[in-house]
């Protein structure tokens, strides 16, 4: 039977980052991380406000409908709740 001659293993020389250099790449790569997640935090916070908007700004068409129902069409002085008509001459848009 014939010798199979198997192929001569190579070494391969492992090559490593200096010390620094793989501390420098590990804080940035843990800085795009941290950016990732507050924009992400960012995000649901702004979803979280938009939706709470749209429920505050349903409760403040109910009364200003309810109001407008009652007065018509009129300015409220939020300081102090009185009231004046409005006056259409003043409109601009006509």
Do not use: F
Not at 24 to 45: M, R, S
Not at 54 to 59: D, H
Request: charged fraction near 30%; aromatic fraction near 4%.
């Amino acid at each position: 039977m014939a010798k199979t001659k198997l192929p001569k293993e190579e070494t391969v020389e492992v090559k490593k980052l200096t010390a620094e250099e793989l501390q420098n790449l590990v804080e940035t790569q843990q800085k795009i991380n941290n950016i990732i997640l507050n924009l992400g935090n960012a995000e649901l916070a702004k979803s979280v406000m938009l939706t709470e908007y749209a429920k505050v700004k349903e409760e403040w068409d109910l009364v200003a409908k309810t109001l407008e129902d009652k007065y018509g069409q009129v300015n409220v002085n939020l300081a102090d709740g009185t009231i004046e008509p409005i006056d259409p001459s003043a409109n601009p848009l006509g």
